[in-house]
């Protein structure tokens, strides 16, 4: 079996510990998204604040494990701030590095390669591939963050 | 301990295997238990000697294919004291029983505002249905509380049972482990004059089973835990209620007569069992039957208590108030379905470093979401032991557990 040390790298505890951006935005003008993962009963709350194709905020709330939570922190670290679809090039490399198929429901990124996206501490999620039942923790916070700017911008 | 385990394990040819290079420590059999011998043989027998389709052939091995699937429903209905072998109807699965009685006999009983009564700590099998109810017919459906300790809270069960026409409980809780007083809750429920439904399947597998001294109208269970197939399950009911339902599925095997107008079923319980049913998975429910009665269900339930007392007294001993076991502290009040929160790490990471030791335990809301939410956890890490199980096993988890601190505990 892969080493557990894979799975819990450093840097991901670290964020579990010590999440960032954790919390609540006001909805208007930020919109709320809920994520499920029916089989351990994780659930992701995110709240994003988009104005003019940019992040400006971002927190997130609910309840999972040491995966899912420093997911959600170091996706909340690298996506605020950045434009929609810079997110989008993220997403795709994320899912990629995750070696999952791209999903027909996302938006292609327009422009640039994902290949070249620099995923920074995103990167020590790697690990998780060798433990195929986790991925899906894992992704569920960029699920519903994608969910959650898709009604932003359908709102605006 | 009754059992001699390590006989019992030798029965089981999965015991032989390791994972990760560890003995396997296999403390899920609340999700589905192993398989001895005998049920594998007699699933391979089948297939190998009986095979073909049965009530339908003149030749000889359907009429053994026949005499092998009511054979088994014999051997079921003996094991849970049913007063006839034509009250077993059997099922995919128990979820699929209860679905049964919900789609025929409640379909056909209930109406808008009809009450029917479960509890807060139900399996989802024995939830959804009710709400599909609800949203199809308007029924009003009703839960009984749970207290702290795990048990039902009955004090305000008057009031919850005024007017009822379905009680549905759970014998024995999955996450909790809680014996619910069955025999009380269906005098009640006849009180009133409604009818009494039990979701057995963490009963069956664990104590003896007798339906009449249950006071049910329907009970359902589930053949893989308790040593059988997977893809069989059973609903009980008394033959005056099973005679007035309409039927479930239609098609082959459920009728007497297929016209252009119409058609007109079959006598029970093959009313209910449309199409080709699972022989080969109803013939190993029979030898599983058979397997159990030969360890002795008392012997299976002493086992039970023994064991479970030993892994409270062990892990509480070992990890104080880092570990909160929840439901029962009695294990008299409860079978050996241990949930636990350890240190504040979430389930999904204390069974993953678990697994590394080769100790399958189960993470997560176990199907029952509302009782989750009463706990206040989105989910817990749970163990759950069987005829297999010694105290070597509740050793290993404990030993396993404290090696979760290298990655959580700073
Ligand atoms: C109490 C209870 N009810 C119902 C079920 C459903 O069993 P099955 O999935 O075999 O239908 C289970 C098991 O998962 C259970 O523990």
Redesign the interface.
């Known amino acids: 079996m892969p080493d557990l040390e894979d799975l819990y790298r450093e840097i991901i505890l670290d964020h579990y510990r010590n999440p960032r951006n954790r919390g609540e935005l006001e909805t208007p003008p930020a919109v709320r998204a809920e994520g499920f993962n029916p089989l351990c009963g994780d659930e992701v709350i995110i709240y994003v604040q988009v104005a003019d194709g940019v992040i400006e905020d971002i927190k997130f709330g609910g309840q999972g494990c040491s995966i899912s939570q420093a997911s959600s922190s170091m996706m909340s670290a690298a996506v605020k701030g950045r434009t929609v679809e810079e997110l989008q090039q993220f997403n795709h490399a994320f899912r990629s590095m995750m070696s999952i198929e791209p999903d027909p429901d996302d938006p292609a990124p327009t422009n640039g390669n994902s290949a070249d996206v620099k995923l920074g501490d995103l990167e020590a999620l790697k690990g998780v591939v060798k433990f195929p039942v986790r991925i899906k923790c894992a992704t569920l916070s960029w699920h519903t963050l994608t969910q959650a700017v898709e009604e932003a911008q359908a709102d605006s | 301990m009754a059992l001699d385990t390590a006989a019992v394990r030798a029965d089981f040819p999965i015991m032989c295997r390791e994972v ?1 290079g560890r003995r396997l420590v296999y403390l899920d059999s609340a999700a589905t238990s192993h398989k001895p011998r005998p049920v594998i043989d007699a699933v391979t027998d089948y297939y190998e000697r009986f095979n073909s389709n049965v009530h339908r052939g003149s030749y000889q091995l359907a009429v053994e294919a026949t005499e092998a699937l009511e054979e088994a429903r014999r051997k079921v209905a003996n094991f849970i004291g049913a007063a006839r072998d034509s009250e077993i109807v059997f099922a995919k699965n128990a979820t699929e029983a209860i679905n049964l009685v919900a789609r025929t006999w409640g379909r056909a009983n209930l109406g808008p505002g009809d009450p029917v009564v479960i509890t807060e700590l139900e399996h989802h099998a024995n939830i959804v249905p009710w709400h599909m109810l609800t949203a199809e017919q308007g029924i009003d459906l009703r839960w009984i509380p749970i207290r702290s300790d795990g048990h039902l809270d009955l004090s305000d069960l008057d009031r919850l049972l005024d007017g009822a026409r379905l009680v549905s409980v759970a014998a024995v809780s999955n996450v909790l482990g809680t014996i619910n007083p069955i025999r009380q809750l269906a005098d009640a429920a006849h009180d009133v004059g409604a009818l009494m439904m039990v979701d057995a399947s963490q009963y069956t597998p664990h104590l003896p089973t007798d339906v009449a001294a249950m006071g049910a109208d329907f009970v359902a269970f589930t053949g893989h835990k308790m040593c059988g197939p997977t893809g069989i399950g059973v609903l009980w009911a008394k033959s005056e209620l099973l005679e007035a339902m309409p039927p479930f599925l239609g098609g082959g095997e459920m009728i007497l007569n297929v016209t252009k107008e119409g058609f007109s079923t079959a006598a029970v319980p093959w009313k209910f069992e449309a199409g080709t049913p699972p022989i080969a998975e109803a013939v190993g429910l029979g030898a599983a039957v058979d397997y159990l009665n030969g360890l002795g269900m008392e012997q299976v339930r002493e086992h039970e208590v023994a064991l479970t007392g030993y892994a409270l007294r062990t892990l509480n001993q070992r990890y104080g108030d880092d570990i909160t076991i929840h439901g029962p502290t009695e294990p008299a009040e409860r079978g050996g379905v241990l949930s636990f929160e350890y240190k504040g790490i ?4 204390v069974a ?2 678990l ?2 030791s080769g100790v399958c335990v189960r ?3 176990h199907c029952a ?1 509302p009782l ?1 939410r009463v706990l206040g ?3 817990t890490s749970r163990a759950s032991m069987y005829v297999y199980n010694d105290e070597s096993d509740v050793d290993a988890l404990a030993d396993a557990l404290g090696e979760a601190d290298v ?2 505990i ?1």
């Open positions: 990760h979430h389930p999904h990471d993953q470093v697994d590394r993470a997560g809301h979401k989750m956890c989105a989910a990655f959580f700073e």
